[in-house]
């Protein structure tokens, strides 16, 4: 009897903890588009979910703004074959919210494959009702 109140005590707690707000479910869309349109390489989406003022930060130390960002993809001379994320977390206050998650990526840059796994943190404003992409960052794994 006491197995059965500690598991159903520790499932009480555990829920809250997993459970996510309306905004942070719509951030974590937000991000699922990101993640195939730029598996998909799709121009459009990736256009409408960055913010025109976008400063989007590779852990080489280059960044680009949005015109880069998505014409980079879009030429295939950074091309993602697959795009995974993990760990991620959804902070969100007011109309901005801020993403980190583990991205592990088999990418063809130029034509060449390769492999990718960093650590990316990305900050995002809702504007006239839909989130976009302010800024980005990305850190390779240790």
């Known amino acids: ?23 942070e479910k719509e951030v974590a869309a937000a991000v699922e588009q990101l993640r195939k349109a730029m598996v998909d390489a799709d121009s459009v989406v ?3 979910l960055a913010d025109d003022k976008l400063t989007y930060g590779h852990s080489s130390g280059k960044v680009e703004t949005k015109t880069d960002f998505v014409g980079t993809i879009v030429s295939g001379k950074s091309d993602f074959v697959t795009i995974d994320l993990t760990d991620q977390t959804i902070q969100v206050s007011k109309d901005v919210a801020i993403v980190r998650h583990k991205l ?39």
């Open 46 to 48: 990736l256009s409408n």
């Open 1 to 23: 009897m006491y197995k059965l109140i500690l598991a159903v005590a520790v499932s009480l707690i555990a829920i809250p903890m997993n459970a996510q707000t309306k905004q």
């Open 104 to 142: 592990s990526a088999k990418t063809n840059d130029d034509g060449k494959p390769g492999e990718v796994n960093l650590k990316i943190l990305t900050v995002w404003q809702k504007i006239k009702g839909n989130w976009k992409m302010l800024a980005r960052q990305a850190v390779k794994t240790t």
